[in-house]
């Protein structure tokens, strides 16, 4: 009996740290409709910095605590809403999601860098350690109960301040109608702003509560802090009351788990599996609950039109992207070091797994957090199953997961949105404690999967593999495109775009889904299975899904190019941290920090940077001279003129600095065209004189050097040649109807439409 | 000449690249009412959320008590005195009557005023102070949308079809109180598709159609051939 009051006490006090975590997110999440991802890791940054000032510089525990609660917590969220949430309003929720991701992987990345983990740490201590008091004949700290007592006080405020005060009036106003909020005189803005800060200060006091029971450690404090989201579903992301009843509940469920998985009765493990990762796995197993018996969301009615805008490759461009692509790799798989061959391979099964969201994320509009679970699968089924890899081993395994990623969204099918990503996410954590961590599973740490084993061709080296997963990206690159101009993918288009309509059209929403998720899991699958190494769980941890979540998303998920380019970028992040070191901190931030931006630009940096190449193909002078480019800079390669290093620096300095502002410096009329291909020359003599295999030490300077060139040169040239003819790029439907098309416009127009008028 | 207190110069608006508004031309003089009559589509809500600082025109100017507002924000407007009952209903549906009341008080009014003279004048609001706006009748809500109106005593008013899914009782009831907001000297531009119901309150009309203004003068003097070929498009 005793011992239950124990453990019951013990429980209500974490359900107390969950309750006060779960209502700052209601609070952002209703006044904003952002479901804020990135609001654990404010909670962890909060207790770092409270350690610092605590106990570091020794300041009163009272000052530290008003400095870090009360100045910089809401300071933190009145920036986070000025600087990064405000852009957001008519984006999808992917985007809005990927946006709060990167503030997740910016501040672990911030945390990393300031508090590095090998760094000496004094001990964070409880408030009053040491003290405790008798209650009902067992000890309980003072801590316990100031953690009880926080959250008390915390739902009398946040009902006080809800329902008592005009400001609190007011945030509930804005979610009911924000225009008419303005219209009586109240500040959406202003009131968004409190929002961010109120919320920032609760997860600050609930990681300031939550570091002392547990360690100063950046993960744990941040994953637990995402259990206490279950509370928040619980709630519907909206009512207090419930998400406080459902914080407790969290915490008794995992004190008395803890109390009975003691006795010698509980089984340790179910069928050969330990059962030991249960424990850490019960918020997530009443998160999953928890969405699932969630009422029903109402379909969305009527199209949206969103911000982003992708278009579809016709099949010309997407063979002769994926032929180049190939030929590109095996040129210059042959001058890397061992390292950098094997950080370029990396960049591949990033881009793979990247691939895998385009039809799920990108045309369906379906959100994934578990991209590497299923990659994560494909290479425990490619290791386990018989035919030592052979390609119908890799066959089988892809099926394999993609029969599971299809049963996985069948409970979740009728979730949609945010609630889609959380259990996506539940989905990971579940897979990665109770399969992965298994030993059974991860022998000794880890697994080598065996290398696919093609007749009569070699791929057992770092070299092969690389340009084995080039090919498999590029020909599963094709595979999407096709699938995108295919009935079925027109159909996903559809469930993005209007699931209304489409069902009212009598389109089966529940079989599109299944096959969009299907789709995605054997993607995903191959990059794990051909992943040709060992591997360890860890690689496909839940927590590494959200940088390539985000990188796709900030790449354009909505492409193919756009998943290369994420996960280019991700893999090629490492490439810079190993080269040089001094920027390795900078590397640590940021994917979070090109994420933020994505609120000012939703549909990715591909295609936008695909718009710049489009005017291009309709001037057959200037195509001819760009090719004519090329092939002059790969002569004085063949000729020895220069050195491949030079030629291959050269070469993107054509492709990217010079050829998109062709247009701009011959159709110009003034003489800035004349300065403008100053710029440019000047760009590409440096390009091409330099030499780079004496000048620069490491192939990651020459990287950096190579970043530097072309986005000082190109924007340069870009920014001086500006007065190029304008193009609106507005729907061609629209066009024409209230203002007179000026020629460019019906040149585009006739592109768009596919027509020669 | 007094200088007119709402004056609309050569607005044009549009949602996306579809224009709505093609160059509008309005004034409001001080303590005058106006009637903004138009078929369905006109775009005369749209006049009303340029005026109210809700949308931005793409072209012309904004200007209120002679001075240029073009682009200030709409809550910047509200607290200067402009008050816009928007069409629908101008009501927080999940915000009790009170709370309602307490966002009036952005006016600079104190609660206790504005639930004063609101429930003085609409006895059965002060009976349901508690429940959810969204759970009262259209009548109920819409009397509740027009107390913010007549609590703040505002300088302008600005109405978009009070009358909208009315029985006809209430709504001369709520025109009646429109009235006597005019006769305090407030400047009202109200649209409404029912041209008699307000022509009576009404000094001048203006007709809308199409984006444009096709007609204005006194109230009195508005015929109904005008009236009957800008609803039948003739
Ligand atoms: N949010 C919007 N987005 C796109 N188009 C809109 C929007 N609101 C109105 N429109 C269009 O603008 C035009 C004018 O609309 P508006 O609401 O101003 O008309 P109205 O005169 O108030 O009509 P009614 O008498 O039916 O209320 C209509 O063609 C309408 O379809
Ligand atoms: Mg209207």
Not at chain 1, 254 to 279: E, H, K, T, V
Not at chain 1, 696 to 725: M, W, Y
Not at chain 2, 120 to 144: H, K, N, V
């Amino acid at each position: 009996m005793q011992e239950l009051l124990t453990f019951t006490i013990i429980g209500l006090s974490t359900g107390a740290i969950y309750a006060v975590v779960a209502s700052g997110l209601v609070v952002t999440y209703t006044t904003s409709g952002i479901f804020n991802l990135a609001h654990g890791a404010t909670g962890m940054l909060a207790a770092f910095t409270y350690w610092q000032l605590r106990f570091d510089w020794d300041l009163s525990a009272p000052l530290a605590l008003f400095i870090t609660l009360f100045i910089l917590c809401p300071l933190f969220g009145l920036l986070t809403e000025r600087i990064v949430m405000r852009g957001l309003q008519g984006t999808t929720e992917v985007v809005r999601l990927s946006v709060t991701v990167a503030l997740f992987a910016f501040m672990i990345g911030l945390a990393n860098t300031v508090w590095p983990s090998n760094g000496s740490r004094e001990a964070f201590l409880k408030f009053f350690e040491g003290n405790t008091i008798h209650i009902g004949g067992i000890n309980v700290s003072w801590h316990k109960l100031i953690t009880f007592g926080c959250a008390v006080v915390v739902a009398i405020v946040l009902r006080l301040l809800l329902f008592r005060t005009r400001m609190g009036v007011a945030m509930r106003a804005v979610v009911d109608d924000r225009s008419l909020t303005e219209l009586n005189g109240g500040r959406p803005n202003r009131v968004a702003m409190f929002a961010w800060a109120l919320s920032a200060m609760l997860a600050g006091l609930a990681g300031i509560l939550l570091a002392g029971e547990q360690q100063l450690n950046i993960e744990p404090l941040v994953l637990l802090v995402i259990n206490a989201y279950a509370a928040a579903i619980i709630g519907g992301l909206k009512s207090l009351p419930r998400t406080f009843a459902g914080a407790a509940v969290l915490g008794l469920l995992d004190a008395y788990y803890l109390q009975f998985s003691d006795n010698s009765w509980f089984p340790q493990s179910f069928m050969g599996f330990g059962l030991s990762g249960i424990r850490a796995s019960i918020p997530t197993i009443v998160l999953f609950v928890a969405l699932l018996v969630r009422p029903q969301s109402r379909l969305r009615a009527g199209t949206v039109r969103f911000r982003e805008e992708n278009k579809v490759p016709s099949w010309n461009t997407a063979v002769l992207g994926a032929v180049s692509l190939i030929v590109v790799v095996v040129g210059i798989s042959g001058m890397l070091t061992r390292s950098n061959t094997l950080f370029l391979l990396n960049g591949f099964t990033l881009a793979i797994v990247a691939l895998s969201l385009v039809p799920l994320t990108g045309y369906a509009g379906q959100m994934s957090l578990a991209p590497l679970t299923f990659a994560g699968l494909g290479a425990v089924a490619m290791s386990k199953l018989p035919g030592d890899g052979n390609l119908l081993t890799l066959l089988a395994a892809i099926t394999i997961v993609a029969i599971v990623g299809a049963a996985v969204a069948l409970p979740a099918i009728r979730l949609s949105g945010i609630y889609l990503a959380l259990s996506t996410a539940a989905f990971a954590v579940l897979v990665t404690k109770l399969i992965f961590n298994q030993r059974q599973t991860f022998m000794s740490g880890n697994i080598s999967v065996p290398i696919l084993d093609i007749p009569f061709i070699d791929i057992n080296s770092p070299r092969g593999r690389l340009i084995l997963s080039a090919t498999a990206f590029s020909l599963l690159g094709l595979g999407v495109i096709a699938l995108r101009r295919s009935r079925l993918g027109r159909r996903l288009i559809a469930l993005k775009d209007s699931p209304v309509a489409a069902a009212t059209l009598g389109m089966n929403l529940t079989q599109t889904k299944l096959a969009a998720f299907a789709i995605s899991a054997g993607i995903a699958a191959c990059a794990g299975a051909l992943a040709g190494d060992k591997v360890s769980p860890q690689q496909y941890d839940f927590t590494q899904s959200l940088p390539i979540v985000l990188l796709a998303v900030v790449g354009g998920v909505g492409t193919v190019g756009g998943a290369l380019f994420g996960g280019l970028l991700l893999g090629g992040n490492a490439v810079l941290a190993n080269a040089v070191p001094s920027l390795k901190n900078i590397t640590k931030i940021m994917p979070g920090l090109t994420g933020i931006t994505l609120g000012r630009n939703p549909s990715g940096a591909t295609s936008q940077i695909s718009e710049k190449f489009r005017p291009l193909l309709n001037r057959w002078g200037i195509i001819s001279f760009s090719a004519l480019g090329g092939v002059g800079i790969w002569a004085l390669d063949a000729s020895r003129i220069i050195s491949h290093w030079a030629f291959f620096i050269g070469g993107v300095f054509w492709f990217l600095a010079v050829m998109p502002n062709l247009i701009a410096i011959i159709d110009g009329t003034s003489q800035r065209r004349w300065w403008a291909s100053a710029i440019a020359l000047t760009g590409l003599a440096i390009s091409l004189g330099v030499d780079w295999d004496q000048a620069v030490d490491s192939t990651g300077k020459r990287l950096l050097s190579l970043i530097l060139l072309v986005a000082i040169f190109g924007v340069g040239t870009q920014r001086v040649a500006e007065n190029a003819p304008r193009i609106h790029h507005s729907s061609p439907d629209l066009l024409g109807l209230d203002v007179a098309l000026t020629p460019d416009e019906l040149d585009n127009v006739e592109r768009e439409l596919g027509v020669t008028i | 000449m007094n200088t007119p207190i709402l004056e609309l110069r050569n607005i044009r608006a549009s949602y996306g690249s579809i224009e709505v508004l093609h160059g509008v031309n309005l004034t409001v003089g001080r303590g005058e009412v106006v009637a903004l009559l138009g078929p369905n589509g006109a775009g005369k809500s749209t006049l009303i959320k340029v005026a109210s600082g809700i949308l931005r025109p793409s072209a012309g100017q904004l200007m209120i008590a002679g001075r240029d507002a073009t682009g200030a924000s709409a809550n910047a407007l509200a607290r200067a005195g402009l008050c816009t009952i928007p069409e629908g209903r101008g009501i927080f549906p999940n915000l009790t009557v009170r709370e309602n009341l307490l966002m009036a008080t952005y006016s600079g009014h104190k609660l206790s005023d504005i639930e004063h003279s609101t429930y003085a004048r609409f006895p059965r609001l002060a009976e349901r102070r508690s429940q959810l706006a969204g759970t009262m009748s259209g009548g109920e809500q819409q009397m509740l949308s027009l107390a913010r109106a007549l609590a703040t005593d505002p300088v302008i008013l600005l109405l978009d079809e009070l009358s909208m899914g009315l029985a006809p009782l209430i709504v001369s009831e709520l025109y009646q109180q429109v009235a006597a907001i005019a006769a305090e000297g407030v400047s009202v531009l109200v649209v409404e598709q029912f041209a008699r119901t307000v022509l009576g309150v009404a000094d001048q009309a203006v007709l809308l159609a199409h984006g444009k203004v096709q007609a204005f003068g006194k109230a009195s003097e508005i015929g109904e051939d005008v009236l009957a070929s800008a609803y039948l498009g003739s």
